[in-house]
């Protein structure tokens, strides 16, 4: 007669932290409700650091990576990585960059230079 396998116990000990699917995804679904409303600034602009980095871009004389990194506290390539990201891709905001003896400056185009009819 063969041996019948024992029933399986799992000896790991529960790895702290891990949740089940099910409240994973009731966590989601709650993680909107209690955040604070966004600025009276701009529509669609953003708050926070990002915010700070387009207030910079705004000014009539732009902005250096090294003045975002130095306004944000933020490394050079979070700075780039920040333009490319969530400004353009996710903000839509159209940026502009010039070469310049104190290096590359990045400027905001304004909406109405777009040529937007």
Not at 1 to 7: G, L, Q
Not at 10 to 29: C, D, H, K, L, N
Not at 67 to 74: G, K, L, R
Request: aromatic fraction near 2%; proline fraction near 8%.
């Amino acid at each position: 007669m063969a041996k019948s396998k024992p029933a399986s116990k799992s000896t790991r000990p529960a790895i702290s932290g891990m949740q089940s699917p099910e409240r994973r995804v009731a966590s989601r679904s709650d993680h909107g409700a209690s955040k604070p409303p966004k600025s009276a600034g701009a529509p669609g602009a953003p708050a926070g650091k990002l915010g700070t980095i387009v207030a910079l871009m705004r000014r009539p004389e732009g902005a250096t990576v090294a003045q975002m990194s130095e306004a944000t506290d933020w490394l050079p390539h979070s700075v780039r990585g920040a333009l490319a990201g969530a400004l353009k891709r996710k903000h839509g905001l159209t940026i502009t960059s010039d070469k310049t003896d104190a290096g590359r400056v990045y400027r905001i185009a304004d909406a109405n230079a777009r040529g937007t009819t």
